[in-house]
């Protein structure tokens, strides 16, 4: 990847004050880009856009939740006082286990807002204010969409949704210039996600030996696979799902 590859382009990162999207921030950041943070906590957003310029990069941010449409939309608005939208990532999520027989409607609900319903939300706020044609739209997916886990109902359904979002709005947006892409990551190192889903060094041994690489992954990882899809390498990408993810998609191979 080329250091200044994104100079001169805005990217707004919604849930990039923490974890995978940060991750992704501070590496468009560092190519350039001028990231725009967006979530919930004024304080996250503070921290994490103090971060990427005490590093040398260009930041900038405010709060809202992506639940909200009128908040979302009002985020857009102070993103674009900087110009035209090139890069858009979509990331905010929540997780948490629980059995499907015992998870509240609002439990259920509170993920489908937050993951599938916010990603609407993003890319219906944004897509006025992309770069047409040039600009990339990319959705922070994972492997339970294509994948049943137990405890995770709600996340599977949500983000399974997201996968075929992504397909509907690159089928749509595709004609004006605007790729939309998913990334599904594997489980990734010191994020919140992975402190809830596997709260025991005994869980995280058990999942590591489950994996065919063997590992969990890391954000810089996943913000290598997001410069490729927003970059001129990915120009001729859109509609796709993007698996980083040590292989957890395959689901456990048997006797390997
Ligand atoms: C059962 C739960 C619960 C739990 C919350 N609820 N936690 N139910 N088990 N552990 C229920 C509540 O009781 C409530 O239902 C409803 O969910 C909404 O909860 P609130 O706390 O009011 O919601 P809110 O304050 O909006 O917070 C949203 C949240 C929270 C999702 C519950 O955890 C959050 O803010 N998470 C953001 C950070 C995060 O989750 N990061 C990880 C993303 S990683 P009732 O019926 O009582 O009203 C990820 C990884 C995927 O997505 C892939 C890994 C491989
Ligand atoms: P994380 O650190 O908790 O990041 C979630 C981000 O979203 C935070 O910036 C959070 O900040 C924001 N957010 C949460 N709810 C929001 C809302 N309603 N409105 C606006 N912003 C909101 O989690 P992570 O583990 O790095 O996960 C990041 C992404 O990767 C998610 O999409 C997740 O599903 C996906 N993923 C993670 C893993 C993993 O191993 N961790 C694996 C596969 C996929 P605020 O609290 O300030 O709102």
Known sequence: MRVGQFSGKNAIVFGGTSGINLGIAKMLAEKGAHTFL???SSEKVESAVAEI???????????????????????????VELGEIDIVISGAAGNFLAPAAE??????????DIDLVGTFHTARATFAHMRKPG??????????????MGGQAHVCAAKAGINMLIKCLAFEWGPQGVRVNGISPGPIVDTEGMRRL????EINAALTAALPLRRYGRADEIASAACYLAGEEGAYVTGT???V???????????A
């Open 38 to 40: 967006v979530s919930r």
């Open 241 to 243: 799902i993007l698996d």
């Open 135 to 148: 600009s990339s739209f990319i959705a922070i997916t994972a492997p339970q969409a294509v994948k049943p």
């Open 198 to 201: 596997a709260p025991t060094p």
């Open 103 to 112: 998870m509240s409607s609002n439990a259920f609900r509170t993920v489908i």
């Open 245 to 255: 993810d040590g292989g957890t998609a395959l689901g456990s191979g048997g006797l």
């Open 53 to 79: 310029v005490a590093a040398g990069g260009k930041a900038s941010g405010c709060p809202a939740d992506v639940r909200d449409y009128d908040q979302v939309e009002a985020a857009v608005a102070k993103a």
